[in-house]
């Protein structure tokens, strides 16, 4: 409504609460000639006579009664609408959509966030979608998602801004009964893998973690055997421990646990950990998304550092 419209249906309940004009009047502070034309005026837009004159004031027809009740509810909602922008504007209400990759999400950095985040601000809709990276950044970048917990950097792509969060150490992930699977206390030299089949997550899903692995096992002085690749890293630790071969992936998927998997530290490779990055559309945050990625950085600078 209106601000004339507003003003009108306030006179009326005061009207109708007061039972009397004049006390209405000085209710609103205002003079009792111009209340009484807003009342009429009322009456004329709606067609409908809304108050009984009485000797001694004045009553609700069954029109006014149903007027009243609806006048009511749409002053309150013009009256919490102030609030309403408000709470928008300072990133207290409004709708959230986070998506990350798998193996982000068995971080605990990253459910900590999110939990955090909705019981600091439970006046925000979060919506949340897992996916590779690359499916994860087209949503970015077609404003389907507002943000995104990855493990590539994605940094070379113009129209994407990307905050490190964390480094984790990447480990080897051994079937159960493997000739190297018992010593699980000594960290593993990545070279003794070299004859080894792998199983490795999939690069298009995946690139930063993949590339990383490749790199490694060069550095290392061989080039892995691929036997296996799964879409997923919770699919390659399956396959892990189906006796297909042997991988690596980030220290947290230890989490997932696996009867038949033995977990080693790897040895000689100081350049091989799985990142942690937030990745966001390089435009103007809106006031949601600002306070999520102050949350994170405030989380990052708290979180301590993995061994």
Known sequence: MNLIELRRLRAFVAVA??????????????????????LHGLEKELGVLLMHRLPRGVRPTEAGKALLTEARAVLARAEGLNDVVRRAARGEQGRLAIGFTS??????????????????????SIVLEEAGTGELVDA???ERLDAAFVRSSVASMANLLVDPVLDEPMIAALPLGHRLAADTASPL??????AEEFVLYRRPAGPGLYDAILAACRTAGFSPI????????PATLSLVAAGLGVSIVPASMQRLGGENIAYRRLDG????????????????LSPVLARFRALVRQMKDNHPPTP
């Open 17 to 38: 609460e007061e039972g009397h004009i004049t006390r209405a009047a000085e209710r609103l502070g205002m003079q009792q000639p111009p209340l009484t034309r807003l």
């Open 103 to 124: 193996s982000a999400a068995l971080h605990p950095f990253v459910p900590a966030a999110l939990r955090t985040f909705r019981e600091a601000l439970p006046g925000v």
């Open 140 to 142: 970015l970048l077609h």
């Open 189 to 194: 030299p990545l070279a003794t893998l070299a």
């Open 226 to 233: 691929i036997a296996q690749e799964a879409p997923r890293l």
């Open 269 to 284: 490779c100081p350049d091989l950990s799985a990142p942690l990055h937030l990745t966001m559309r390089r435009t103007v």
